[in-house]
T-cell receptor
Framework: GAGVSQTPSNKVTEKGKYVELRCDPISGHTALYWYRQSLGQGPEFLIYFQGTGAADDSGLPNDRFFAVRPEGSVSTLKIQRTERGDSAVYLC?????????????FGQGTRLTVV | GNSVTQMEGPVTLSEEAFLTINCTYTATGYPSLFWYVQYPGEGLQLLLKATKADDKGSNKGFEATYRKETTSFHLEKGSVQVSDSAVYFCALSELSHDKIIFGKGTRLHILP
């Protein structure tokens, strides 16, 4: 596609359930980022992939959060035993190298609501 | 650690007014600096950037100058339009870290 695609656009789940959020980056982009944005806040870094490997996962809040990118393209963010505090918009971005002069293109996000 | 602080909103201006949104940063090295914009119902998009001291980024009438001495990257526009209503995020990225760190965002309302 022409841009970064995230699915679903909205997800409502019950506390304690497992969820998966999907990101389709721009074709050919090697770098992929996940961010979380709570209401009234800026995007908070979660994890960064360069190719298939997680180059920096220092932003994952705890071991309930995990992300994969097995073929270096599509990525899935997985949240186990969801809590109400996980409710936020989860943003994905991709860029063609990840260096300082490259632009990160963002998807429209998945709004996760844990009830 | 690295961080970005920007003025709190919302900021409400009349059309054709002059705009300044302040942004200061804290970084251990020499970051690149960005302004991202989020229009209603749309995703974040890069507005402008500057990669070294004294560089000026510009786009769509917006400008920001990388000021190392004051660790600032204030966003300015001489004459705003209703279509500029959006949330603006200041951000930085360092060579040794590929992640982009964002400020909390400033909501801008332009009245006709």
């Amino acid at each position: 596609g022409a841009g970064v695609s995230q699915t679903p656009s909205n997800k409502v789940t019950e506390k304690g359930k497992y969820v998966e959020l999907r990101c389709d980056p721009i074709s050919g982009h090697t770098a992929l980022y996940w961010y979380r944005q709570s209401l009234g806040q800026g995007p908070e870094f979660l994890i960064y992939f360069q190719g298939t490997g997680a180059a920096d996962d220092s932003g994952l809040p705890n071991d309930r959060f995990f992300a994969v990118r097995p073929e270096g393209s599509v990525s899935t963010l997985k949240i186990q035993r969801t809590e109400r505090g996980d409710s936020a918009v989860y943003l994905c971005a991709s860029s063609n190298s990840g260096g300082l002069n490259t632009e990160a293109f963002f998807g429209q996000g998945t709004r996760l609501t844990v009830v | 650690g690295n961080s970005v602080t920007q003025m709190e909103g919302p900021v409400t201006l009349s059309e054709e007014a002059f705009l300044t949104i302040n942004c200061t940063y804290t970084a251990t090295g020499y970051p690149s600096l960005f302004w991202y914009v989020q229009y209603p119902g749309e995703g974040l998009q890069l507005l402008l950037k500057a990669t070294k001291a004294d560089d000026k980024g510009s786009n769509k009438g917006f400008e920001a100058t990388y000021r190392k001495e004051t660790t600032s990257f204030h966003l300015e526009k001489g004459s705003v339009q209703v279509s500029d209503s959006a949330v603006y995020f200041c951000a930085l990225s360092e060579l040794s870290h590929d992640k982009i760190i964002f400020g909390k965002g400033t909501r801008l309302h332009i009245l006709p």
